[in-house]
């Protein structure tokens, strides 16, 4: 018998098939590692705030993520770096949750209630409360001066509020003799004491009771209107404008998630 032999014409679709493959295997494997990183970082997220940055090993960390040791040194070489991911999400979910508030109802731009959603968002995530409050037993020796990465992300969060705040001022949603960077220190020392004031007496970070959690965002949305708005109610049109000068820079300055997964570095 003549051994087979691909005709010329055929012979491509086998190349074809077999780079199909490939791909396919290629795209499997970077779904399992995105799922693995995914779990790592959700449980470095849990530990930190329960236990404290010192007291939290990278075998925990891979006990509760439910991976080996050896796979959280794929994706990063120290405990530090396990954490700056972690306290990176956290500034991205901070900025995507207040803009989605947004794009549900364009009303949320305001000032007052961007104000209260921001604190609405810190109090339900405790390692958001220990940033803004400096908890030094949370967070240990962690800061954005020692994390390039930190550091780009809290740029791109200023730089958001900036562009956010200028939206409003151009479309007559502050007080014209209010300085944006007064409003934008005022309004964060505000947060920072309001959450402070709520978790002092607790035993670690941790969301705060509704109870508590509404009386509190009442004081901060009266305070912010009174302060900073304009009386009176302001037109649809200025807000829709402003809202959509908010969609613009979000979408400039912070990364979609899957582009944040494919910027994981597998450590070397």
Known sequence: MLPFR????EKPYLFAYQSMDR?????????RDVERVDRIVDAAAELLPERGYRRVTVEEVASRAGVSKSSVYLHWNTKDEIFYAVLDREFT???????????????EVLAHRTATNLFHIVACRPLLQALLVDDRTTLGPLRPAKSAVFRSSLANLNELLY????????????????????MRKATCEMLRGMTFSAVANSTGAKPLAETRLAKL???????????????????????NAAAAE?????????????????ERPVAL
């Open 23 to 31: 791909m396919e295997n290629r795209m499997t494997a970077r779904r």
């Open 93 to 107: 979910v901070l900025a995507q949750a207040a803009v989605d508030q947004v794009r549900r109802d364009p009303a």
């Open 6 to 9: 691909w005709g010329r014409d």
């Open 246 to 262: 908010v969609f613009k820079a979000f979408d400039e300055l912070m990364p979609a998630e899957e582009t944040m997964r494919a």
């Open 163 to 182: 562009r956010y705040l200028h939206a409003l001022r151009i479309n007559g949603l502050l007080c014209s003799e209010v300085d944006p960077r007064i």
């Open 217 to 239: 965002s009442q004081v901060v949305a009266v305070t912010v209107r009174r302060a900073f708005e304009p009386g009176g109610v302001p037109e649809l049109d200025r807000i």
